[in-house]
């Protein structure tokens, strides 16, 4: 464990790295459901809001501050 980000930059960057690894997971997931059509529906869902925030904090780490 790295402890606790100092930084606003450190921290998006924690929370970009941990977004990143549910978007792994999810993917991962919705390969082990496919028999599963409600199950894969679900996790396809959960899938874009984790990218979506994937997408966002890319956003925010690309401005200057």
């Given at each position: 464990l790295g402890g606790v980000p100092r930084t606003p930059e450190k921290m998006l960057a924690q929370a970009l790295e941990d977004e990143a690894t549910?978007?792994?997971l999810y993917e991962a997931a919705i390969a082990l459901a496919k028999k599963?059509?409600?199950l894969r529906e679900t996790l396809v869902h959960l899938l874009k809001e984790e990218q979506a925030g994937v997408d966002e904090l890319k956003m925010l780490l690309a401005k200057p501050a």
């Open positions: 549910a978007v792994r599963d059509i409600a």
